[in-house]
């Protein structure tokens, strides 16, 4: 997001505040994340076991959070120890860092702007020296790169960088494994050690997959290559440790054996969309207890599919987590809102909370559609792709996770649950709230990207007063025509073809400035952020 919007969005609210006192400067930023409390879940039906098992993995959990801290920043304590005002700290905590992550600027004093490649390489480093650089070991996404004394680069394992937490990570799972009942379980624990010890995590996916009689879930380890925006390649570590909805659950998986069909229904030539996820995939209604690492910075993520293994995906597929919890947390406090300053009332009457809900199911399952491996003998996307790789993902995922959603109707009877006005109508409102994560994330661009795609097709109007309507039909279009775009880039592994549209399509427009500062003035949080009841 441009630094003079940024800089007008907290006037504008010092105007909306009645000129109330701020004792810190930096309370209007911390005050963009709505706290949301995390309850102290119903565990009536959990045994003494279960229960010991849940604070082994929150133990677990805060070892990642110092892992996180290092990968993406460095040292904490040196950080946080030089600040004085406590609302400036609260914000450095809630970035995992001294850079806002809407922006990527510096707010910390004595700190550069983040870099691209954040703590995952040296800060001088450039893309044209990491190509240059010989070890088939830097592409691992488990590796970072660092200096040698010489000056040349060098590749250090994430089990070697980080072996101290990961020995404690691994003493918490193995009193975890010891004392749960459910075979399952243990494999995975056990699995999930190995893992974080070699940097080898094919088994550990498979084994988590195969975790399905579980109430409870631990994800764990190095996940998403979001941070990566010099090669899309580096994964931060992340923790969730989560209690299923059984219930929900069990509705949720009918879809599974659909899997096959969801793909073949996205649009685009065949040869773009060969990959077939395995038949092991899954999906789970959860309630989140804990986050910690790269899932706690920032905006909190409302669903997951992992692993991101294209191996495991392949062989077994995936598991779509629906975090319930935290997904009515954004809707009530955020989607809502939101739409109250982007809609008219006639179209508000078409936001559903339902809709919401199908929507984030359908763009994690589009994660893992598509295809992993370019179709001409470039490698893998991420490869081929490099830093455009994880904003072209997330446009695929969004664009492509409503398309399914609107076409549900081909597959199951859900007219009783929701309409297609009601989906893309639900989808632009949160599509346009979340442009505020900003050019400095790969999220971010890739909602500023889908926005402008949806304007130059004419899929909405903005009137004078700021609010909008909608053409769904234009619109239903327009996303069809992005996702085959951006599924043909990914198979071609067209990096040129990337950066182009991202080069067209991820700045913010005026139009869009002008809604940022509406959703302040309305005072709709940016996001939310978690107080843990323990």
């Known amino acids: ?156 394992w994430y089990h070697e960088a980080f072996a101290e937490n990961i020995e404690k990570i691994a003493n918490y799972l193995n009193a975890a494994a010891d004392i749960t009942i459910k075979p399952s379980v243990r494999n995975y624990l056990l699995s999930k050690i190995e893992a974080l010890r070699t940097d080898k995590y094919y088994d550990s996916g498979i084994a ?21 925006q010099l090669m899309g390649l580096k994964r931060s570590y992340e923790a969730f440790v989560l209690l299923k909805n059984e219930a929900r659950t069990n509705e949720l998986m009918e879809f599974v054996s659909r899997i096959g069909d969801f793909q073949n229904d996205l649009p685009g030539e065949e040869a773009y969309k060969a990959f077939q996820p395995g038949a092991g995939s899954n999906i789970f209604s959860c309630d989140a207890l804990y986050y910690a690492g790269k899932a706690n910075a920032g905006v909190k993520v409302i669903a997951l599919n992992l692993p991101f293994d294209t191996d495991v995906q392949r062989d077994k597929g995936t598991r779509t987590i629906l975090l319930d919890n935290v997904i009515k947390a954004k809707y009530n406090n955020i989607i809502v809102p939101a739409a109250q300053v982007l809609l008219n009332n006639e179209a508000t009457e078409s936001l559903l909370q339902e809709a919401f809900y199908w929507n984030i199911v359908f763009r994690e399952v589009a994660h893992g559609l598509g295809v992993k491996e370019t179709v001409n003998g470039k490698g893998s996307v991420e490869k081929a792709l490099a830093g455009a790789a994880p904003t072209l993902e997330e446009v695929k995922a969004n664009t492509a996770g409503v398309l399914l959603v609107c076409q549900l109707q081909k597959h199951f009877d859900i007219h009783h649950i929701f309409a297609k006005k009601e989906a893309l109508t639900t989808y632009f409102v949160s599509l346009v709230r979340s442009e505020r994560f900003g050019e400095g994330s790969s999220l971010g661009r890739a909602n500023i990207i889908i926005y402008n795609y949806l304007k130059e097709a004419g899929a909405f109007e903005r009137k004078v007063s700021g609010k909008y309507t909608l053409n769904l039909e234009k619109m239903e279009q ?48 940016y996001d939310i952020r978690f107080n843990f009841k323990k």
């Open 1 to 156: 997001m441009k630094k003079t919007l940024f800089i007008s969005a907290i006037a504008l609210l010092a105007m909306v505040s009645c000129n109330q006192k701020q004792t810190s400067p930096f309370e209007w930023n911390t005050s963009k994340y709505d706290v949301v409390d995390i309850e102290v879940p119903d565990l009536s039906g959990i045994s003494d076991n279960g229960k010991e098992v849940l604070n082994l993995y929150r133990f677990a959990a805060d070892e990642v959070n110092d892992i996180y801290w290092k990968q993406y920043f460095g040292d904490k304590t040196s950080l946080l120890e030089n600040i004085t005002d406590s609302v400036e700290k609260t914000f450095v905590e809630i970035n995992y860092g001294p850079w806002d992550r809407q922006t990527g600027k510096a707010f910390v004093g004595g700190y550069d702007d983040r870099t691209p490649g954040a703590g995952f390489y040296p800060a001088d480093m450039t893309a044209e020296e990491f190509e240059a650089y010989n070890n088939p070991d830097k592409n691992s996404p488990y590796t970072l790169i660092r200096r040698a004394e010489d000056g040349s680069l060098q590749t250090v």
């Open 208 to 228: 988590w997959l195969d975790m399905n009689d579980s109430k409870m879930d631990l994800v764990i380890g190095p996940n998403e290559a979001a941070d990566d």
């Open 478 to 525: 327009a996303l069809s025509d992005l996702t085959a775009l951006v599924l043909k880039i990914q198979a071609t592994g067209d990096k040129v073809a990337a950066d182009e549209l991202e080069a067209k399509y991820s700045k913010m427009s005026a139009d869009t400035e002008d809604d940022m500062r509406n959703l302040v003035i309305g005072k709709v949080p």
